[in-house]
C-alpha cells in the first residue's frame, strides 16, 4: 500500500512566520501534489512536481513555494503566514504512467493567527 | 470557472437504500474520474475510477456511471452503510496533463 506521510497533523502559527510542511511518499512515485481543501471550495491546488526539482503551479499558488529536492519528499512553504492560509493541506503522490488515482496523506490542520 | 461540479453540498439515505451522488464537468478534454470519500480530519481515500471508453465501472457496492455527451457521472452505493457518512468528492482529469480538479464535495449521512 502506498504511504504518504505529513509531518504534522496540527500546527499553529502566527501571522508572518515561515511555514514548512512536510510531506513523504513511500512508493517510488514521480508526481507529489499540493492541495488545500477549505469548506465549500472542495480541494484546490497548489503546487505539484513531476519530478525532482521540478515544480509547477498549480491553481492558487500565490502566498506559497515549494521544494522537491528528493523523489519522496515534498515541501510546502508559506513564505509569510496570513490569516487567510488557515486551511486543510493535503499532500498526495500518484504514478506517473497512467491515468492513476492519487493517494494523499492524511492532511494537516494548519491555524493562522 | 468552475470545471467540475457538484451542485448537493449534502445527501441523507436510510441504511440500506441506495446512495447517489452526481458530478457535472464541462471541459471535454477530461477522460478520467474518480471518486473519493473523506472523514473529518483525514485525507481522501481513492474509492473508484472511470475512463472515458467505459460508461460503468463497479467495485463491490461501489457503481460509477459515465454519461458523456451528458458531461455528468454518478456514484452509487448499494446498500448503503451508517460507515459511508462521508464527504465524497468527484475529480477528473485529461491525458497529457498531471492536473486533477476536484469538486466541492457532497456530505453523505446514512441514517441507521
Known amino acids: 500500500d502506498v504511504k504518504v506521510t505529513q509531518s504534522s497533523r496540527y500546527l499553529v502559527k502566527r501571522t508572518g512566520e515561515k511555514v514548512f510542511l512536510e510531506c513523504v511518499q513511500d512508493m517510488d512515485h514521480e508526481n507529489m501534489f499540493w492541495y488545500r481543501q477549505d469548506p465549500g471550495l472542495g480541494l484546490r491546488l497548489i503546487y505539484f512536481?513531476?519530478?525532482?526539482?521540478?515544480?509547477e503551479k498549480g491553481d492558487i499558488p500565490e502566498g506559497y513555494s515549494v521544494s522537491r529536492e528528493k523523489k519522496e519528499r515534498f515541501s510546502l512553504i508559506l513564505e509569510s503566514a496570513s490569516t487567510n492560509q488557515t486551511s486543510m493541506y493535503l499532500c498526495a503522490s500518484s504514478h506517473p504512467s497512467g491515468p492513476q488515482p492519487l493517494h494523499f496523506g492524511n492532511g494537516t490542520r494548519l491555524t493562522v493567527t | 470557472d468552475q470545471q467540475v461540479k457538484q451542485n448537493s453540498p449534502s445527501l441523507s439515505v436510510q441504511e440500506g437504500r441506495i446512495s447517489i451522488l452526481n458530478c457535472d464537468y464541462t471541459n471535454s478534454m477530461f477522460d478520467y474520474f474518480l471518486w473519493y470519500k473523506k472523514y473529518p480530519a483525514e485525507g481522501p481515500t481513492f474509492l473508484i475510477s472511470?475512463?472515458?471508453?467505459?460508461d460503468k465501472n463497479e467495485d463491490g457496492r461501489f457503481t460509477v456511471f459515465l454519461n458523456k455527451s451528458a458531461k455528468h457521472l454518478s456514484l452509487h452505493i448499494v446498500p448503503s452503510q451508517p460507515g459511508d457518512s462521508a464527504v465524497y468528492f468527484c475529480a477528473a482529469s485529461a491525458t497529457g496533463t498531471y492536473k486533477y480538479i476536484f469538486g466541492t464535495g457532497t456530505r453523505l449521512k446514512v441514517l441507521a
Open positions: 472511470i475512463s472515458s471508453i467505459k
Open positions: 512536481s513531476y519530478d525532482v526539482k521540478m515544480k
